[in-house]
């Protein structure tokens, strides 16, 4: 289990996660939503040891973030991040490789390349192995990339907007493997996420956080309500139920 | 503004009487022909010279900024001084005398030109990054330089052109320099186009502008201005870049405004510079590139380290 | 071609190349006196250029940037000051000038120490940012030429003249004592550059992806800046300036095999230097027959590749 506690950072002078409280269990998919500039990036990157905070502390697994060995500790927590683009090119299989780095540190042995394949497998990938990433759609790298995750093989798995300029059937593709990794590969997922239909649908437990601090937080239907949206997004809600799915309408 | 022109009146005042030779009011009012030699052969000239190059380049500076769209733009990180060099060496070696002027001006604009270009199309993430790359843009030209000039045996004397100094300035040797006034003049007519241009393609075209005919302009009156200096002087590192940058820190963007500040400051700057060239190991001259480089280099060093815009 | 058969074609080129540097026109009456000034100058062509290829090359990965090298901080005019300083407070026939074993040792810890206290500097900072690093390196560099250039004009002629010589410093004239001095140095670094492949591969991935797969981006930047500041200022110290080499080789090497991998392309760029090296000696030797220097024409050569890659619009 993570567990995040009174964790701050400013930046010039203005808060941007401002004592931020929150809990990633096991088994399930927890998305943070809120309007831009909330601080949802920000504080899932401090909760990775991406960038450093001013104050609060990370737990994981018991242990604090900061005594963890950074190479231990890839291989309980994987995180992607937003807008990937490199310099060298790769092809699929080469960077799905990488996400066995922190086991083999370069060397694969027959148990990585297993682990290489099923995680291919996984994304239904095998096909696009040997193409390059620039030559694949958005969807397709972004499924490239969760097999790198996938394949790092962690608890704890961080997902920054990976659902960010794709279209409707790559975005259920990412969504249904998130959700079978949180309730298959009893992995705890965290994701960043705009799209609130998704987050109601799609995951266990919310985060809704606003000018850097948690507004609302529990299982879907305690944060998907009219009011409790109403005020995080200064926008008129309604929340319909179709098909058991608390579904948000928005439009005025 | 009256206090700047006064201490620039004061301090140029102060530099016609520092030298070797002695030079009193007396002798001058007295109407001594020795004086009156010195003062007309030696003196004036340096002091228009150090007047007009410190306006001159540090508007070229100004400009180059302006069409860059980057603050640490400047003819001496674009390439400008190198090329205009390289020009010198090529007349040099071809035509036998250094009297082509027209090589050494249209290598300047040539090399300004296509740097511009250059940086135009590719995308950069970060600032700093343009002066970086036009600093190594003017090393590989000067590399092509020195080649030429290892061949042909001119390097020593492209290696006493380059380290600016007023020293040898007389009568009859500086007055291209005056090639800044029409400049600096055009530059001003021209300002409201210019910071157009320095919002960017997209926004120049939408109002209505021809975004290639400013830009041509602005390539030229920099490279023609720097050109110049270089030829006459010598190289003034970072004085095109570090006046501009101040004047804007504590006067805003108002390029309008901002032309005749830079210009007065520029000149201030490098008399203040030469003075103390002068003084520092009295009655030598130091070349003034030296005090320039400390000076200026430091101010450039201070003003990339308090820049957080790009971090 | 596999880039395995590449690798071993570079190997059989360099090889070649090597052995006609030592071997052409050896006679059985002069094998001694040649040998004896061949091998050491062969070994400071291959070690310098092997550390200039391998130290530009993790340098590209770390900025993340291919058209940059370590030598553009500076290192170059702070040696010449150097020298420079130590003639005008010395001497010019004090042991630390004259001394090959002295003078290497001063110039190098002051062109390393300028390095670490730049970098410390740097790390010091609350926004870290690589390339501003550069240019405040640069521009030390531009002050550092102009102090010297001022020092240089206080000198009698003569005692200029013997700091010239030392300040042109080339392939000809390497010192023969230096050499085996430098090559523990050199070896040392390199091997140690190349053992951090693995974490260079990931840091392909950028600084947030290699982080989350376990690499220690801080201390890996830290790492590999000290030691190809050595290996640049080793090198330097010499065999004279070469600022452009290093793009050249290891962008040689990226243009020649496919692999992205650091393992890979720091054997290809190491093997390209050789190759280069020897092959511009030559040129220099038979086709220019010394009217240019191989600094010189490797910075031509290099300076030009640079614009050829800004053109392309390969800057990442």
Redesign the interface.
């Known amino acids: 289990m993570i567990q995040v506690n009174q964790l701050s950072k400013c930046y010039q002078g203005k808060k941007v996660v401002d004592g931020a409280q929150a809990q990633f269990e096991r088994g399930k998919v927890t998305a943070i939503i809120g309007p831009n500039g909330a601080g949802k990036s920000t504080l899932l990157a401090m909760a990775a040891r991406l960038t450093s905070r001013d104050s609060g502390n990370v737990i994981i697994d018991g242990k604090e973030i900061a005594q963890w060995n950074t190479g231990q500790l890839a291989k309980r927590l994987a995180v992607l991040r937003q807008a990937n683009s490199f310099a060298m090119r790769f092809t699929v299989q080469e960077l799905v490789a990488f996400g066995r780095f922190p086991y083999s540190k370069g060397r694969l042995t027959d148990r990585d390349n297993q682990v290489i394949h099923s995680a291919l497998a996984y994304l239904d990938l095998v096909e696009l192995k040997d193409k390059y990433l620039d030559e694949l759609s958005g969807g397709q790298r972004q499924m490239a990339f969760i097999a790198m995750v996938l394949a790092q093989d962690t608890d704890y798995v961080y997902l920054d907007e990976p659902l960010n300029n794709l279209d409707i059937k790559h975005s259920l593709q990412i969504m249904q493997v998130i959700q079978k990794m949180a309730h298959e590969m009893q992995k705890a997922v965290v994701i960043v996420i705009h799209d609130i239909n998704f987050a109601s649908c799609y995951c266990d437990t919310i985060l809704a956080l606003k000018h850097g601090k948690v507004v609302a937080s529990g299982a879907v239907d305690e944060v998907i309500q009219g009011p409790v949206l109403s005020s995080i997004y200064e926008t008129p809600f309604e929340i319909l139920t179709v098909k058991g799915k608390r579904i948000c309408s928005y439009m005025v | 503004m009256k206090k700047l022109l006064l201490s620039l009146a004061v301090l140029s005042t102060a530099s016609l009487f520092v030298g070797a030779a002695n030079l009193n009011l007396q002798q001058i009012l007295n109407g001594d022909p020795l004086a009156l030699e010195i003062l007309f052969s030696s003196r004036l000239p340096r002091l228009l010279a150090i007047l007009l190059a410190g306006a001159g380049l540090s508007i070229a500076g100004l400009v180059m900024q302006q069409i860059s769209l980057n603050r640490f733009a400047a003819p001496s990180t674009t390439g400008t001084i190198e090329c205009a060099m390289l020009g010198y060496v090529i007349s040099l070696v071809f035509f036998g005398e250094f009297s082509q002027l027209w090589l050494v001006f249209s290598s300047a604009i040539i090399g300004t030109l296509g740097f511009i270009y250059l940086i135009q199309r590719i995308p950069f993430k970060n600032v700093v990054f343009v002066p970086l790359i036009g600093i190594v843009f003017g090393n590989v030209v000067e590399a092509i330089t020195t080649f030429i000039a290892y061949k042909y045996d001119v390097l020593q004397s492209l290696n006493t052109w380059t380290v600016a100094n007023f020293s040898h300035i007389l009568r009859g040797d500086f007055e291209l320099l005056f090639i800044a006034v029409p400049m600096v003049l055009l530059t001003y007519v021209f300002a409201t186009w210019i910071s157009a241009a320095a919002m960017g393609k997209e926004f120049a075209i939408n109002l209505g502008l021809n975004y290639q005919q400013i830009l041509i302009l602005g390539v030229l009156l920099v490279a023609i201005m720097s050109a110049s200096v270089v030829m006459i002087v010598g190289q003034l590192p970072f004085l095109g870049l570090v006046v501009p940058n101040l004047v804007s820190l504590y006067y805003g963007d108002n390029l309008k405004r901002n032309i005749p500040l830079t210009a007065i400051y520029g000149a201030l700057l490098v008399l203040c510079c030469d003075l103390i060239s002068r003084l520092i190991i009295f009655p030598y001259d130091m070349p003034i590139a030296i005090v320039m480089s400390i000076l200026a280099g430091g101010v450039f060093i201070i003003l990339l380290l308090r820049d957080r815009t790009y971090a | 071609m596999p880039d395995s058969a590449r690798l071993l074609v570079l190997l059989a080129f360099s090889l070649g190349l090597v052995i006609l540097t030592v071997a052409l026109g050896l006679t059985a009456d002069n094998y001694a006196y040649f040998l004896s000034k061949r091998i050491p100058r062969l070994l400071a062509i291959i070690l310098a250029g092997v550390a200039i290829a391998q130290a530009s090359f993790v340098f590209q990965t770390i900025t993340?940037?291919?058209?940059?090298t370590p030598s553009?901080m500076g290192f170059d005019a702070l040696y010449v000051t150097t020298q420079v300083l130590l003639v005008l407070m010395f001497g010019s026939l004090s042991h630390l000038v004259v001394n090959p074993y002295i003078n290497f040792v001063i110039a190098t810890t002051s062109m390393v120490a300028f390095a670490v206290i730049l970098y410390r500097f740097y790390f010091n900072?609350p926004?870290?940012?690589l390339?501003?690093l550069?240019?405040?390196g640069?521009?030390?560099g531009?002050?550092f030429?102009?102090?010297s250039?001022?020092l240089s004009?206080l000198m009698d002629p003569t005692t200029f003249a013997m700091v010239q010589a030392k300040l042109f410093a080339s392939f000809n004239n390497v010192q023969t004592d230096l050499v085996y001095l430098c090559s523990p140095v050199l070896i040392g670094v390199s091997l140690l550059l190349f053992r951090l492949?693995?974490?260079l591969?990931?840091l392909?991935?950028?600084q947030?992806?290699a982080?989350?797969?376990?690499?220690?981006v801080a201390k890996l930047t830290h790492q590999i800046f000290i030691l190809s500041a050595i290996a640049i200022a080793v090198a330097t110290a010499l065999v004279g300036p070469i600022?452009?080499f290093g793009l050249l080789v290891t962008n040689l090497s990226r243009a020649l095999l496919q692999s992205?991998q650091h393992k890979v392309q720091l054997q290809g760029s190491a093997l390209i230097a050789i190759c280069s090296l020897l092959a511009g000696q030559w040129i220099v030797e038979n086709v220019f027959t010394f009217?240019?220097?191989l600094s010189?024409?490797f910075?031509?050569l290099?300076?030009?590749y640079?614009?050829y890659l800004?053109?392309r619009?390969r800057?990442?």
């Open positions: 993340q940037n291919r058209i940059l553009i900072r926004h870290r940012n390339i501003t550069l240019l405040v640069l521009v030390f531009q002050l030429a102009s102090i250039s001022f004009l492949h693995p974490s591969d990931v392909l991935l950028d947030d992806n982080t989350s797969l376990g690499v220690d600022m452009f992205y009217a240019t220097t010189v024409l910075n031509l290099g300076g030009s640079f614009i800004l053109i619009n800057v990442a």
